[in-house]
C-alpha cells in the first residue's frame, strides 16, 4: 500500500513537473515583455518548412513552441524568427506558440491554429481579378490575384507575369500568395484581353479575362517659350526667382502630368498638374541663380491618360541673371597729408560699384578705426552700377604725430554681394602749429635789420638828390 501510494505520488510530481515544463506562462503583469506573432496568419496552410516571425519588447531573447512542446528559441529579439520544419508533424492543425522572456519575467504565450499539409501538390491555383471590366483607352487599371496550390498551401515568393495586349508587366506574389499590378489599357479601342502566368515547384498556371477598352478624347498638353516667364524679370544674383509656366490642354479630354523645370547647375524641381480639357495650370519653381546666362527648361511628362501630340511637350526660354551692386572703397585722399594741428584739411573717399545695378549707401569718416575711433562725419553716396563717386568731408586737423583716418561704406541698399571691401585706412602726419610771431616793442630779428637798414639807405639817397637840387 504505501508503495503504491509513493509511486502514485512521484508520478504526480513528474507529471506537473512535466507540465510546468510544458505549459506556457500565464498573463502578463505591468513590467513583463511583451511578444507578438505575425507570420503565418491563423487558418493558413503550410507545408516544408516554415517561417514563424515576429517582434518583441522588453525582452531577451523568444521562445517557439510547437502543439505545446519543448520550447524552442527563436533568432533575434525585437524582431524574431523561428523556422519549422513541418515534414516531422502530421498533417492537420497544428498550434504555434510564442512567449519572450526577460530573467524571471515572461510574456504571456500567444498562439495561432494553422494547417499543416506536406501532401504534394499536383497543380496551382491562379485567380485574376480586374479593377474594371470597362476602361478608357490608355487608362492605368489595377488587376490582383491569388496563387495557391491544390493542396491549400499559398504560393509564395512567386513571379507573376501580366500582359494586356501586346504589353506586359511583373509583378511577385506575397508571403500569402497574393499579388497586384497596376497595368495600362491599349490606346486602340475594343475588347482586350489581360493575362496572368505563375511557375512554381515544378508547376505552373494561367488566368485570363476580359476588359472593354473604349475611346475617349484625347489630351493634348502643350507649352511654349513665351508661356515661361520670370519674377522679377530683371533678376539679380542669390535673390529668389520664380519660373512660372503655363500649361495649356489643347484637346478635348482631361489629363494629369509631371512638369519638370530644369537648368544645368541646380536639381530640378518638379511639379504635378491636372488640366481639365481646355483650360491651363500654373506651375512654378522657385531657384536662386548665379550671374551670368541661363536656360531654363520645361518638360511635360507621364501624361496621363495619354497625349494626342507630343512635339509641344517642351519650351526653353533664356534669362540674364545680373551681379548684385557691390560698393567697393577705391581710395581715401586727403588734401594734406602732413597738416599742422588746427589746419582745415578736405577728406575725399572715392567709392566704386562693380555690380550690374545702382546701390546707395553711408560713408562714414573716423579718427581711428572705425570700432573704437571717433566719428568725424558721414555723406550719403549712390553709385551707378560699373561706375564710381566721390563723397568729400572738412576736418580740422587735431594732436600731433600719425594719426590713422578710416572711411567705411554702411547701410548699402539694395544688399551687397560683399562687405569684405567697404574699408579704406589711411595715416597722416599732424605737425606742431610754428611758433606765434613776436609781440610789438620786441628786438627785432636778424632779418629785420637788414630791411631797416635798407629803407635808411633808400631814404639817404633821397635826401641827396633833394640838397643837389
Known amino acids: 500500500m504505501r508503495l503504491r501510494f509513493g509511486?502514485?505520488?512521484?508520478?504526480?510530481?513528474?507529471?506537473?513537473?512535466?507540465?510546468?515544463?510544458?505549459?506556457?506562462?500565464?498573463d502578463t503583469a505591468a513590467g513583463d515583455p511583451v511578444v507578438k506573432l505575425e507570420q503565418p496568419f491563423p487558418g493558413d496552410v503550410v507545408a516544408?518548412?516554415?517561417?514563424?516571425?515576429?517582434?518583441?519588447?522588453?525582452?531577451?531573447?523568444?521562445?517557439?513552441?510547437?502543439?505545446?512542446?519543448?520550447w524552442n528559441r527563436a533568432?533575434?529579439?525585437?524582431?524574431?524568427?523561428?523556422a519549422w520544419n513541418t515534414t516531422g508533424y502530421s498533417d492537420g492543425t497544428h498550434s504555434m506558440l510564442a512567449t519572450a522572456v526577460n530573467g524571471t519575467r515572461s510574456s504571456g504565450a500567444v498562439s495561432v491554429q494553422i494547417i499543416v499539409n506536406n501532401t504534394p501538390p499536383s497543380l496551382i491555383e491562379l485567380s485574376l481579378d480586374l479593377e474594371s471590366r470597362q476602361v478608357y483607352a490608355c487608362e492605368t487599371f489595377a488587376?490582383?490575384?491569388?496563387?495557391?496550390?491544390?493542396?491549400?498551401?499559398?504560393?509564395?515568393?512567386?513571379?507573376?507575369?501580366?500582359?494586356?495586349?501586346?504589353?506586359?508587366?511583373?509583378?511577385?506574389?506575397?508571403?500569402?500568395?497574393?499579388?497586384?499590378?497596376?497595368v495600362l489599357a491599349p490606346a486602340a479601342p475594343g475588347e482586350?484581353?489581360?493575362?496572368?502566368?505563375?511557375?512554381?515547384?515544378?508547376?505552373?498556371?494561367?488566368?485570363?479575362?476580359?476588359?472593354?477598352?473604349?475611346?475617349?478624347?484625347?489630351?493634348?498638353?502643350?507649352?511654349?517659350?513665351?508661356?515661361?516667364?520670370f519674377a522679377p524679370a530683371q533678376p539679380y544674383s542669390d535673390e529668389e526667382i520664380t519660373v512660372g509656366v503655363v500649361i495649356r490642354n489643347l484637346g478635348g479630354g482631361n489629363?494629369?502630368?509631371r512638369v519638370n523645370f530644369s537648368t544645368p547647375g541646380l536639381p530640378d524641381s518638379v511639379a504635378e498638374v491636372s488640366v481639365p480639357a481646355g483650360e491651363s495650370r500654373n506651375p512654378s519653381a522657385v531657384w536662386k541663380l548665379t550671374s551670368g546666362n541661363h536656360t531654363v527648361n520645361v518638360t511635360i511628362s507621364?501624361?496621363?491618360?495619354?497625349?494626342?501630340?507630343?512635339?509641344?511637350?517642351?519650351a526653353s526660354a533664356s534669362l540674364v541673371v545680373l551681379a548684385r551692386p557691390d560698393l567697393v572703397m577705391a581710395a581715401l585722399v586727403v588734401s594734406n597729408s602732413r597738416p599742422y594741428a588746427g589746419l582745415n584739411i578736405t577728406l575725399q573717399a572715392r567709392v566704386n560699384n562693380t555690380g550690374d545695378r545702382e546701390a546707395a549707401g553711408t560713408v562714414r569718416f573716423y579718427d581711428g578705426p572705425p570700432a573704437s575711433g571717433r566719428l568725424l562725419g558721414s555723406r550719403p553716396v549712390t553709385v551707378a552700377a560699373h561706375s564710381?563717386?566721390?563723397?568729400?568731408?572738412?576736418?580740422?586737423a587735431s594732436g600731433e604725430g600719425d594719426q590713422v583716418l578710416s572711411a567705411v561704406i554702411v547701410d548699402v541698399s539694395p544688399r551687397e554681394a560683399s562687405e569684405q571691401n567697404n574699408q579704406l585706412d589711411r595715416t597722416i602726419t599732424v605737425r606742431k602749429r610754428p611758433a606765434a610771431p613776436a609781440p610789438e616793442g620786441a628786438i627785432p630779428g636778424f632779418g629785420a635789420l637788414l630791411l631797416l637798414a635798407a629803407l635808411a639807405a633808400v631814404l639817404g639817397m633821397r635826401s641827396g638828390s633833394a640838397r643837389k637840387s
Not at 8 to 14: K, Q, S
Not at 63 to 69: E, L, P
Not at 199 to 219: K, Y
Open 388 to 396: 564710381s563717386s566721390s563723397v568729400f568731408l572738412g576736418w580740422n
Open 75 to 82: 533568432a533575434g529579439v525585437e524582431s524574431w524568427h523561428y
Open 255 to 257: 489629363a494629369t502630368a
Open 143 to 182: 488587376v490582383s490575384g491569388l496563387a495557391r496550390f491544390d493542396t491549400g498551401v499559398r504560393v509564395a515568393g512567386a513571379p507573376v507575369h501580366l500582359s494586356v495586349g501586346n504589353a506586359s508587366w511583373n509583378a511577385t506574389t506575397d508571403r500569402r500568395g497574393y499579388y497586384s499590378a497596376t
Open 7 to 26: 509511486l502514485m505520488a512521484t508520478a504526480i510530481l513528474l507529471a506537473l513537473s512535466f507540465g510546468v515544463l510544458l505549459m506556457p506562462p500565464g
Open 302 to 314: 507621364a501624361i496621363q491618360p495619354y497625349d494626342s501630340n507630343s512635339s509641344n511637350d517642351r
Open 48 to 70: 516544408g518548412l516554415v517561417n514563424i516571425s515576429g517582434t518583441s519588447d522588453g525582452a531577451q531573447y523568444v521562445n517557439v513552441s510547437i502543439d505545446g512542446g519543448g
Open 192 to 229: 482586350a484581353t489581360v493575362r496572368a502566368q505563375v511557375a512554381a515547384s515544378g508547376l505552373s498556371a494561367s488566368a485570363q479575362d476580359r476588359v472593354d477598352v473604349v475611346p475617349r478624347e484625347a489630351a493634348d498638353l502643350s507649352v511654349s517659350p513665351g508661356d515661361i516667364r
